[in-house]
């Protein structure tokens, strides 16, 4: 199988700090992992490319300074949420492929859930 | 850039009886492919069915099968024999064929089987 890993599955911050949040894949290697976010009951909005050994893609109107990705493994892609603010709270996932299963759909972490207060 | 839409934000079928939840999208591109995920209150994100889009016969698995309207850019979710299981928030997703993996979703239907 391939199986995506994503830690912690909660956290709570405090104003002005910054989280980070790992994305594993577990049984596999990532070249390219995707993190999205995702308000309650809403749609997944992507964030971000990950991409091995480069700079991320990030998506119009996401901030690269505040959301900064790191992907400095196969199996490891970070997002670290900087200077956190309580519009940041939100639920966020990371996506990854396995390589050579095509286009056959992606695996998803277990999400983060992070309220900042 | 490709829109996905799900007009029908909360449905409800009965246990064991079939549902149809719908979806239509927007693009330009001819190749690409085409996800239903359902997204239970777990929240974990599971890849129900997939269709790629050169392939006119449409996609089943189990329970799940879609009707993949090419030309009308539809594609709707069929779940027979409805469970109890099955209910959680489906979303729609486009991918292009060439984009690695970059997905657009619909906003989401949120499915309730009663007992």
């Known amino acids: 199988g391939a199986v995506v890993s994503q830690h912690p599955s909660r956290v709570i911050c405090k104003s002005g700090t910054s989280v980070k949040i790992e994305c594993r894949s577990l049984?596999?290697?990532?070249?390219?992992m995707f993190w999205y976010r995702q308000f309650p009951k809403k749609s997944l909005m992507l964030m971000a490319t990950?991409?091995?050994?480069?700079?991320?893609t990030y998506e119009q109107g996401v901030e690269k300074d505040k959301f900064l990705i790191n992907h400095a493994s196969l199996t490891l892609s970070t997002l670290t949420v900087t200077s956190a603010h309580p519009e940041d709270s939100s639920f966020y996932i990371c996506?990854?492929?396995?390589w050579g299963q095509g286009n056959d759909g992606y695996t998803f972490g277990s999400g983060t859930r992070l309220t900042v207060v | 850039a490709q829109t996905v839409t799900q007009s029908q934000p909360e449905m409800s079928v009965q246990e064991a009886e079939t549902v149809t939840l719908s979806c239509t999208y927007d693009?330009?591109?001819?190749?690409?492919?085409l996800f239903w995920y359902k997204q239970p209150p777990s929240r974990q994100m599971i890849l129900v069915i997939r269709?790629?889009?050169?392939?006119?016969q449409n996609a089943t698995e189990n329970r799940f099968s879609v009707n993949f309207q090419k030309a009308a850019k539809s594609f709707s979710l069929k779940i027979s024999d409805s469970q109890l299981g099955d209910t959680a928030m489906y979303f729609c997703?486009?991918?292009?064929?060439?984009?690695?993996?970059?997905?657009?979703f619909g906003d989401g239907t949120t499915l309730t089987v009663k007992p």
């Open positions: 996506s990854a492929r396995k």
């Open positions: 693009t330009s591109e001819n190749n690409y492919y």
């Open positions: 269709q790629e889009a050169y392939k006119q």
């Open positions: 997703a486009f991918m292009k064929g060439t984009n690695a993996g970059k997905s657009t």
């Open positions: 049984d596999f290697q990532a070249t390219t």
């Open positions: 990950s991409n091995e050994g480069s700079k991320a």
